[in-house]
């Protein structure tokens, strides 16, 4: 079977997610209209006469029909855009994303400002809960049927039914009302202290781990078990290597390779915003960002979180695409 | 060169002192516990109190049906039942150590090394993501304690040693790189690494096609001349057991029912139960008794068909050939007859028989059926000529619905087919059921509780329900024992003479053909090559692949099996090495 080269499958796969995110962009930017408010008189404020709103609206461009400011919404994207309000002119830069209407900073800086924390969460909680999920899903494969594959299973499916929250205010309640291990999680930039930083996030790593490392340790489990039963592991005993030699190098090889892949699936969603931990925890990432601009009805910040958590997604599953080529011999692009 | 063993290695009751055998299995009885935990879960005894010894470089073939424990006895030899849930006793010594007292360090010691196995199907058998050096190196590695270098130099050197061509290059690459013969060599090369002194072969060419089966085998012959090695192979086909082996073990429900040397066991075998097996395999050289005056009358004819499938890649930026799985393939079937059609694997065959029948819609060309151009009609006016077209399915298991009675399976095309009165569809197919076989009772089984024979008259039955003119089989028996396989032939010819019904019968097996067809067609790279009547095409190829082919076929008697194997090695060196075929 012969593969694509590899720039062609890129290209393909990046016009792909550029049709998408602008589907995506029409329907987040339908929600402006269907709102029954009006987005100059949100802006504006509760005390502004008639006249202010309407110089905002001006400004801002909101008098114009729908379709020449979605081109205007789309141009600041790409190419950054003026908002002129009377005597000044404010340029807003390259992937501009406008302003907030709440806070009236720009969601540019909003959102980099969430980002780092969302990545330090995703990117935490994945290595914490890869390293469980697999390692209890190989542990239990190993001993199937024994003691511990039972106990493991049972502690998996127990973590699975937990709600997020709940878990997470158990730990919380736990670690640092209880035994006081734990201050009480308050984020703190990994650039100003990388100890504390640790330490606040010690407690969302575990709770995002907990959460997926159920799925993890079962797909892995009968991932394991799967590979064990297959033709050339049987070979590889009928030649006299090791058993551990045949797990480590035969079986796990095969069986860890679609996990791969669901790995970089699973992390794009995340690092849109988990949305339920870092409200419990506090965490200022985009979830929360996102849960509080649509409890304000702030929707430059909702569009452009949702337009950002999309293409977090698409990339996500490039990238599984990519690794499964890398990993899998057979495999080729399509 | 000839296969001769040493004087001294010749078995017969005048010579001094036998040699030790360097394989000797004591009153091996394998057991597997029943599945479930309930009391009537019985134990299957696969293995039943099974004796047979192996001199030093030595052959033997163990034949046997499905079921017939020959493979668990294979497994056994090397200790592979090991840590399963299998009960293994009595004694089995491979080159001085005993295996049934050994310690898993031993046996592992053991494996590979002084007793190395090849296995049935090579893809699966080869870890897919090391290459095929890699891991022959690594077997290398492990009973040596070479270094890589040296361990990398081997598997080129045994590769070389089985006829892959370019080793010293091929040695990088992974097995679904290589073809399904090359990859059978990459196993046996893996087996040859450590130069153990049995090799056990456990239907290694089941999975392949005519002509890779016949190098394979040729390949088992030499290396056993060269090295010493002994040979167990463990086969369902007397043609490969008569190929390759100096004994012979027949064995059934896991008992032997005879052992002896091969050249008497096939000529004149003495075991009512080797008796039947024997005659029921297909013979090759074997005329089918003649038939009435050929028909002239076309019912079905096939005109430059072609059917192209589109290559993988979808929107790509430069098209990717498309697979022509039929590539102009133009043929006659005419009306009460058997028409064959042989070929290997890849030789559009199947896709033929698919458009024949309409289940598959051909790129180009056409199809004319009873007079009527199929090709020109919409689906709507199609229907009615479906009826008179069935076909029969190669796996008779995955061709029914197992949650559906077998009487409601076969029922299926009636009611498709508008028949709506309950009684008559159950009168129907009741009937039918006893026609081919089984009994009206089993309307409301389920296809779980028929054996694969029973399964594949139930296919037959369902094809035969709307009473169609012309039954498409695709590979019909392949998947059955030979026993069973000779009464389904023997059904299917009786059904045509019953029901007058034309056959069309896709095989790749040669011999089946012949005992089925009055003509043959055969196919390669989706093209007609030959066709013309059986006897004429069996006795009198004209196209050097059909002649390729037969000479490939293993007859089941070891003298001739010898001398083709002589002609094939003679031809081979004319026409330098037959490049493996890319399956």
Known sequence: ?334 | MTNTPPVDLAPGPAKPAPPEPILSVNGLTIEFPGRGRGAETATVRAVDELSFELAPGGALGIVGESGSGKSATALALLGLHRGTPARVTGEITVDGTAIHTATDQEIRRLRGSRIAMVFQDPLSSLDPYYSVGDQIAEVYRAHTGAGRRAARDRAIEVLDRVGIAEAARRVDARPHEFSGGMRQRALIAMALACEPRVLVADEPTTALDVTVQAQILDLLSDLRADTGMALVLVTHDFGVVAAVADDVLVMKEGRAVEHGPATRILSRPEAPYTKTLISAVPRIDTPRPARGAPSTDVLLRVEQLHKHFPAPGGFALRRLPALRAVDGASLEVRRGEALGIVGESGSGKTTLARMMVSLLEPTSGRIVFDGEDLTALPERRLRPSRRDRQMVFQDPVASLNPRRTVGESVAEPLRAHGERDEQSIRRTVRQLLEKVGLETAHYDRFPHEFSGGQRQRIGIARALVLRPKLVVCDEPVSALDVTTQAQVIRLLADLREQLGLTLVFVSHDLAVVRQVSDRVVVMRHGQVVESADAETLYTNPRHPYTRTLLDAVPVPDPVLARERRAQRKTRALAQQRLEPRLT
């Open chain 1, 1 to 334: 079977m012969r593969s694509l080269p590899m720039a062609t499958f890129l290209l393909r796969r990046l016009l792909g997610a550029i049709v998408t995110l602008l589907v995506l962009s029409v329907i987040v930017y339908g929600l402006f209209y269907l709102l029954p408010t009006d987005p100059a008189r949100m802006i504006c404020g509760p005390r502004c006469s008639p006249q202010d709103v309407a110089a905002v609206s001006r400004a801002y461009g909101l008098d114009q029909p729908i379709y020449v400011q979605y081109w205007h919404f789309l141009a600041a994207i790409v190419a950054g855009r003026d908002y002129s309000t009377g005597p000044s002119t404010v340029h807003c830069g390259a992937p501009c994303f406008g302003y907030s209407f709440e806070t009236g900073q720009s969601v540019d800086s909003l959102l980099l400002s969430a980002l780092p924390v969302t990545a330090s969460l995703t990117l935490g909680g994945a290595v914490l809960w890869t390293t469980f999920g697999v390692g209890a899903g190989i542990a239990s494969a190993l001993r199937r049927g024994r003691l511990a594959d039972k106990t493991l299973t049972g502690l998996v499916l127990a973590s699975t039914a937990l709600p997020p929250f709940v878990l997470a205010l158990f730990l919380i309640l736990l670690f640092c009302a209880y035994l006081q291990w734990l201050p009480f999680p308050n984020y703190v930039s990994i650039g100003d202290d990388p100890v504390q930083w640790a330490q606040s996030l010690i407690l969302p790593w575990a709770t995002l781990a907990l959460l997926q490392a159920a799925n993890y340790a079962r797909l892995t489990r009968t991932s394991v078990l799967e590979t064990l039963n297959e033709d050339h592991i049987r070979t590889a005993r009928a030649y006299g290597l090791s058993e551990r030699r045949i797990v480590a190098r035969h079986a796990l090889r095969g069986a860890l390779t679609p996990l791969v892949s669901l790995l970089a699936v699973d992390v794009g969603p995340v690092l849109g915003g988990a949305v339920f931990t870092e409200s419990v925890f506090g965490l200022p990432g985009l979830g929360k960002l996102l849960v509080g601009s649509v409890a304000t009805v702030d929707l430059p910040v909702v569009g452009a979180v949702a337009l950002l958590a999309g293409a977090f997604v698409i990339l996500a599953n490039v990238a599984a695409d990519l690794l499964y080529v890398a990993i899998d011999p057979r495999a080729s692009i399509r």
